[in-house]
């Protein structure tokens, strides 16, 4: 395929510095972040053109897309990962600087310059869960955390330009490394992998659960949408995601199996009433100690109740599937050795992504 001048917002985060590092090896890739890049990862994307911009000021996002089109030519994709996120139910002023009006500006900007294609990342928690059924690309986004609000309304505004600028809506699935870095599964990778008396403690039937891809499928994805975008609508959804989900059930077992060296781990069941008052009590003595635990309120409302995929539609489009052995359970027992042996570092990164201070690493390091 020829090769594309590809700009990607967000560049310097933790899926955008993948993407990034990934595509200008035989692409234009002009990378765009309010920080400056990692040492490693400048090292690992030489050949991209960087620019430190703050997709909240629009004038600078639209100098920077006239700027890169006079210089370069006519920009073929822009891929937007900039956004902010965040585990309360308070509607941050982030939201509506970031991840709203950021990519209005985003969008507009590519519009007015011909940008041929944007890829928007989203998310799969934009979508409600579905009762005994599947999520699929036509489930509407109807999330209903600030977070899923933020990526539905970003949904709307890549429909609604799609007659100028063509789109794709590319909603993700937890995103994983080697080292975790999903603050999620690095909450129950604490809480099941270690020795308290709550280690063997799960929810209700254990039923709750949610897809999770490695970041290295994710670059294949975002690579088959970059190589394919001209053949799909103007207007397209796609899932970045395995088929179906990982179960709390499953997720123990594993855990405890690659943590724990348990051969046949038995989990105690908790009442969805007790786990409730667990919970709240959990994140009341956060807030009195100042040290806020991942697990939220809102969280109680998926007990037992999955998210689940069913990405037929988005396997036919792109000619692309997860990678076998790159699935979550395949890859605890790595994950789970790095927990045990390297337990300084494998915090360290995951604190870092918990606080927003990302700073990249390639997948194998």
């Keep these: 395929m020829d090769r594309q001048l590809i700009v990607v917002t967000g560049a310097a985060g933790f899926l955008g510095s993948a993407v990034t590092a990934d595509l200008c090896r035989d692409h234009r890739v002009v990378a765009v972040d309010r920080r400056r890049p990692a040492p490693a990862l400048r090292r690992m994307s030489e050949a991209a053109v960087w620019w430190q911009v703050d997709i909240a000021d629009r004038r600078a996002v639209g100098s920077l897309m006239r700027r890169v089109s006079e210089a370069l030519g006519r920009i073929d994709l822009v891929i937007h990962f900039a956004a902010f996120y965040h585990f309360g139910t308070d509607w941050r002023p982030e939201y509506q600087r970031v991840n709203v009006l950021g990519t209005r500006h985003v969008l507009e900007s590519a519009a007015a310059c011909g940008v041929r294609r ?125 088929h179906g989900t990982v179960r709390h059930r499953e997720l123990f077992a594993a855990i405890r199996r690659a943590c724990r060296g348990e051969q046949a781990p038995r989990p105690i069941p908790v009442s969805p009433t007790t786990a409730r008052l667990g919970l709240l009590l959990r994140w009341g ?54 927990f045990r042996l390297d337990r300084h570092r494998w915090e360290r990164l995951n604190r870092m992504r918990e606080q927003r201070r990302y700073q990249f690493h390639p997948d194998d390091d």
């Design 285 to 338: 003595l956060g807030l009195f100690t100042g040290c806020e635990p991942y697990e939220q309120p809102w969280m109680l409302r998926y007990i037992d109740r999955p998210w689940v995929t069913d990405t037929r539609h988005t396997r036919r489009m792109l000619q692309w599937d997860c990678t076998p052995g790159l699935g979550l359970l395949d890859c605890l027992p790595a994950m789970a050795e790095r």
């Design 118 to 242: 944007v890829i928007f990342a989203s998310s799969v928690a934009a979508v409600e869960p579905q009762a005994g059924g599947a999520i699929t690309e036509r489930t509407p986004a109807e999330g209903r955390i600030p977070y899923a609000r933020s990526k539905a309304l970003g949904e709307r505004m890549v429909r609604a330009i799609s007659g100028r600028l063509p789109g794709i809506v590319l909603r993700i699935a937890g995103v994983f490394s080697g080292w975790c870095e999903l603050p999620p599964l690095a909450s129950l990778m604490r809480l099941w992998g270690g020795r308290s008396a709550a280690a063997r403690l799960v929810a209700a039937r254990g039923e709750t659960g949610m897809p999770y891809i490695h970041r290295q499928d994710l670059v294949r994805i975002v690579r088959a949408c970059a190589e394919r975008h001209a053949r799909l609508p103007a207007y397209e959804v796609l899932l970045a995601s395995p």
